[in-house]
């Protein structure tokens, strides 16, 4: 009787800690790549630097911005500490319904979308900046990682 316990034990943990990394494996590069953006936008609602800048590989650059990983990290700490209110980090981001687009060519892709930039007031969310973001995504031995981003605004400005 022991023995069944603790086989079915040891096959239950076993399980625990094979199953996630083989449905990770079988994820497909869109998924991936619309995870990993997915992931940064919540870090930047959180106003976590850690988050936003995670995701970048340590080439990145912000085309047009003369902007790298470093001053991307730099802006995320002005704005954890700017951005804020009683009730937390005030800027969110919202995706545009529809506008996403990946596109993927080996070790390379490319991911399009329309975001939206709102910052929480009493009055609720006031909307400050409509953009276009275009990223070139690498994969590499950890993985995808974004390369370069290119931003186009549609309307509104940012005021950070």
Aim: proline fraction near 2%.
């Amino acid at each position: 009787m022991k023995r069944i316990v603790l086989v079915t034990l040891g096959t239950l943990i076993a399980l625990t800690l094979i199953v996630p990394r083989i449905l990770e494996a079988m994820k497909s590069d869109e998924d991936l790549i619309r995870e990993l953006v997915a992931e940064a936008i919540e870090a930047f609602e959180e106003g976590s630097v850690s988050g936003v800048v995670a995701p970048l590989a340590k080439d990145f650059r912000l085309a047009g911005r003369s902007m790298g990983r470093a001053e991307i990290r730099d802006l995320m700490l002005f704005l954890s500490r700017e951005a804020r209110d009683e009730g937390g980090f005030t800027l969110r981001v919202a995706r545009i319904p529809g506008s996403d687009l990946v596109t993927i060519d080996g070790d390379r892709a490319g991911f399009e979308l329309d975001l939206v930039l709102r910052r929480r007031e009493r009055d609720g969310d006031a909307e400050l900046w409509e953009f276009h973001l275009t990223l070139e995504l690498g994969r590499g031995d950890e993985g995808w990682a974004i390369e370069r981003a290119t931003i186009e605004t549609l309307s509104g400005r940012p005021r950070y």
